[in-house]
């Protein structure tokens, strides 16, 4: 219970002392009008779940305050306290149940389409090659709750870190490129934490010691991973070694991504979720379905597939620019232009 639910809970308690109505809607009246002023702007979805839960409050007092008899009224009062000692909070999230209508903006379809990408928080699209905001968002709203720990191995230019501190997660970030986290870090100094850690670290993920890691902030474990690595070499992403966007083959690019995800599943809970965010590729007149590869390569490891989710594909300046030779190639080559990613999301049995 938060202090709101607990007052409200200690009031309702009260009133099943009180023996007359008069005095009863003497208090309600008192308490409605604290009730309303909790409410606060609607500039977040916090403050919209929260508003929401706040007006079925006012709605069900007032309901008390008008019941005709004393007996009414306690019956109404005593299906509020149950309302409020009856939680039905997601296991993996911090979704209320009783109100679900209310996320309308969590998706559940397995169609993403974005028109823009969002530019709230610290985000900008600089880093060619990083994933729109919106994607952490759904993932960590979907399957985290506040204060828990979301980590990204291939973190980039730190979207996923913006995103967690604005949600109020922890976060840890590895990249292998030292300019990406020093990017990380500037973009990402701006963003309030609330009583939340980011660790932002160079290194190679597959060798990272996330145990060591998470025990110096007391914690054994991960509740969520989001891994956005290299679609093999389409970017060239830098030339350290290790860095997956340099595996001279599809074969080794799979193997060093594995021993990545081996390694992150270390420390991923138990009933937890991992989402691999991953593009294909065509080359000498070949499809190369790498977001399958990796799929197969990931459930092999003993993961369970929940969800395919197919996300539209926004063009970099560079592809509109060539976009009708790429039309024209399409046509004439007998094949279709990528306009479509994935997301794979697993959970850990
Ligand atoms: C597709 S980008 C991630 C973009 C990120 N989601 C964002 O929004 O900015 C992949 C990143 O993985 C990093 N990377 C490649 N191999 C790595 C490895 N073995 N360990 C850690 N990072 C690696 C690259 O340097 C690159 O920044």
Same mark, same amino acid.
């Given at each position: 219970?938060?202090?709101?639910?607990?007052?409200?809970?200690?009031?309702?308690?009260?009133?099943?002392?009180?023996?007359?109505?008069?005095?009863?809607?003497?208090?309600?009246?008192?308490?409605?009008?604290?009730?309303?002023?909790?409410?606060?702007?609607?500039?977040?979805?916090?403050?919209?779940?929260?508003?929401?839960?706040?007006?079925?409050?006012?709605?069900?007092?007032?309901?008390?305050?008008?019941?005709?008899?004393?007996?009414?009224?306690?019956?109404?009062?005593?299906?509020?306290?149950?309302?409020?000692?009856?939680?039905?909070?997601?296991?993996?999230? =911090? @979704?209320?149940?009783? &109100?679900?209508? !209310?996320?309308?903006?969590?998706?559940?379809? #397995? *169609?993403?389409? $974005?028109?823009?990408?969002?530019?709230?928080?610290?985000?900008?699209?600089?880093?060619?090659?990083?994933?729109?905001?919106?994607?952490?968002?759904?993932?960590?709203?979907?399957?985290?709750?506040?204060?828990?720990?979301?980590?990204?191995?291939?973190?980039?230019?730190?979207?996923?870190?913006?995103?967690?501190?604005?949600?109020?997660?922890?976060?840890?970030?590895?990249?292998?490129?030292?300019?990406?986290?020093?990017?990380?870090?500037?973009?990402?100094?701006?963003?309030?934490?609330?009583?939340?850690?980011?660790?932002?670290?160079?290194?190679?993920?597959?060798?990272?010691?996330?145990?060591?890691?998470?025990?110096?902030?007391?914690?054994?474990?991960?509740?969520?991973?989001?891994?956005?690595?290299?679609?093999? =070499? @389409?970017?060239?992403? &830098?030339?350290? !070694?290790?860095?997956?966007?340099?595996?001279? #083959? *599809?074969?080794? $690019?799979?193997?060093?991504?594995?021993?990545?995800?081996?390694?992150?599943?270390?420390?991923?809970?138990?009933?937890?979720?991992?989402?691999?965010?991953?593009?294909?590729?065509?080359?000498?007149?070949?499809?190369?379905?790498?977001?399958?590869?990796?799929?197969?390569?990931?459930?092999?490891?003993?993961?369970?597939?929940?969800?395919?989710?197919?996300?539209?594909?926004?063009?970099?300046?560079?592809?509109?620019?060539?976009?009708?030779?790429?039309?024209?190639?399409?046509?004439?080559?007998?094949?279709?232009?990528?306009?479509?990613?994935?997301?794979?999301?697993?959970?850990?049995?």
């Amino acid at each position: 219970m938060d202090y709101r639910e607990k007052k409200l809970y200690d009031f309702l308690v009260n009133c099943m002392e009180i023996d007359n109505k008069p005095t009863l809607n003497e208090k309600l009246n008192i308490f409605i009008k604290l009730v309303s002023s909790w409410k606060k702007g609607n500039d977040d979805s916090d403050n919209t779940t929260n508003n929401n839960r706040i007006t079925i409050w006012e709605r069900n007092l007032t309901q008390i305050r008008e019941s005709i008899s004393l007996d009414r009224a306690r019956y109404y009062i005593n299906r509020m306290i149950k309302s409020l000692t009856l939680t039905n909070v997601g296991k993996v999230n =911090d @979704i209320d149940f009783g &109100n679900w209508k !209310e996320y309308e903006d969590i998706l559940t379809d #397995s *169609l993403w389409l $974005f028109e823009k990408r969002d530019r709230t928080l610290s985000h900008n699209a600089s880093y060619w090659g990083n994933f729109i905001p919106q994607i952490p968002n759904q993932l960590i709203r979907r399957f985290t709750k506040k204060g828990e720990t979301v980590l990204d191995p291939f973190l980039g230019s730190g979207t996923t870190a913006i995103e967690s501190l604005g949600l109020q997660r922890n976060c840890i970030g590895v990249d292998i490129s030292q300019d990406q986290i020093a990017h990380s870090r500037e973009l990402t100094e701006s963003v309030d934490r609330k009583n939340v850690f980011l660790e932002l670290i160079r290194g190679d993920s597959a060798e990272v010691d996330f145990k060591k890691l998470l025990s110096e902030h007391d914690l054994q474990s991960v509740q969520l991973a989001i891994l956005h690595p290299p679609y093999w =070499d @389409i970017i060239k992403f &830098n030339e350290e !070694e290790g860095n997956l966007s340099g595996a001279p #083959s *599809l074969e080794e $690019f799979r193997s060093m991504f594995s021993k990545v995800l081996t390694n992150v599943l270390r420390v991923l809970e138990k009933g937890r979720f991992l989402a691999i965010v991953i593009g294909d590729s065509y080359r000498k007149g070949e499809w190369i379905p790498i977001g399958f590869y990796l799929m197969d390569d990931a459930m092999k490891m003993g993961l369970k597939l929940k969800s395919i989710v197919v996300k539209n594909y926004s063009d970099t300046k560079a592809k509109r620019q060539s976009s009708q030779l790429w039309r024209y190639r399409a046509l004439k080559g007998n094949f279709y232009v990528f306009k479509h990613e994935y997301i794979f999301i697993f959970k850990k049995p």
